[in-house]
């Protein structure tokens, strides 16, 4: 019979003497989860964005992360698109493409992928690319975003950019 492990908000305790098989499929499933936790957390923000309206405050509550965190990762997950996010890549993989168009970021993703580039290495060749990456996708300030005063994104945290 397996046992069940405890968990809180700062710590896993094991309840048994695990196995090294249950000990590895624990860290499967708590991989999976903290990979996923931000875009699922981006996704239902939006989702209660677009049926609720502007409700950070309310979520900043129930979750306990901060309204500016929150903000940071709606807007991260409604730039990447599902169809475009990859799972054996991380958040800060997709942090830093979040700022380019979909086709571009699917580019350097699928580059950071056949690569294996860290998500550094990943903002290095983004911020490099025009300096010999002769074709290669180029970052541009989303038109929408900056008509409805979101201006200039950081190409590589997707932070919104004051305007100077």
């Known amino acids: 019979m397996a046992v069940s492990n405890a968990m809180s908000g700062v710590a896993w305790i094991p309840q048994a003497d695990l196995s090294e098989e249950e000990w590895l499929a624990t860290g499967r499933r708590l991989g999976s989860i903290g990979r996923g936790s931000k875009w699922w957390l981006g996704d239902w923000l939006r989702h209660g964005s677009s ?29 990447v698109d599902a169809s475009v996010r990859r799972d054996r890549l991380t958040w800060d993989h997709h942090v830093a493409v ?25 903002r290095q060749q983004l911020r490099t690319r025009g300096e010999g990456d002769a074709g290669g996708p180029t970052a541009h300030v989303d038109a929408d975003e900056a008509r409805n005063g979101g201006g200039a994104v950081c190409p590589h945290c997707g ?6």
């Open 51 to 79: 049926r609720f309206g502007d409700r950070f405050s309310e979520a900043a509550r129930v979750t306990g992360y901060d309204r500016a965190t929150l903000r940071s990762i709606a807007w991260i997950a409604a730039r």
């Open 98 to 122: 979040a700022s380019l168009e979909p086709a571009e970021q699917e580019h350097w993703l699928e580059r950071a992928e056949s690569e294996e580039l860290e998500p550094d290495e990943l």
């Open 159 to 164: 932070h919104p950019q004051a305007a100077v």
